[in-house]
């Protein structure tokens, strides 16, 4: 049934517009981002169709690409761009709520801060984070985007962008899209040589995280720092 002929309070646009954003389903959110479905369907039919591809998870349609997208009947480039981007705000939203004003505590909140932005690469990327002697979150900085296997870092800029933000402490945080958070021989050698650099410019490494999935791998917990 075409929705326009829905009830009121079945559309989804209205339905947000009466009783609040909390109120839709997944499939009556992503139908209002995609705008209208296909001759054959309705625009809510076919946001489930494209969330059943993503087996109902939505971190699962964050990883899935433009061309898999328009693979459906009724997404073109336009609907699967804007699925694209309202998935990014979504990261970017949960990343800005983690490092606003946060404290570092643990291996665990360095995870959660860099968890939505590196968990659905295909392919690795170093950052940095900056922090004050509260251990406060000062920023975050991409260092390095590479290939499937590593990343290329320059020692010395991430130490220029440590100190252009006057941080007394850092720490790193890489992925591994190959689903295997251990570090390899590079990975180490990298971090010491970044420890090292950093005790002579009196910034202490934190720690290091290398993120996989929803696994990570600490430097400090595991006592290797």
Known sequence: MIIKNWSEDDRPREKLLNKGVSALS???????????????????????????????NLAELGKTSIACLKQHKGVGEAKAVCITAAMELGRRRESSEITEKKQIKSS??????????????PHEEFWILFMNNSNRVIGTQRMSSGGLAEVMVDIRLLMKQAIERLATSIALCHNHPSGNPAPSEPDRLLTQRIKEGGNLLNILLKDHIILSGNQYYSFADEGVL
């Open 26 to 56: 997944n499939a009556e959110l992503l139908a209002i981002i995609i705008g209208s479905g296909s001759v054959d369907e309705n625009a809510v039919d076919l946001a489930k169709k494209i969330l059943a591809q993503a087996d109902n």
């Open 108 to 121: 665990q909140d360095i995870f959660r801060l860099f968890h939505p932005l590196l968990s659905d690469l």
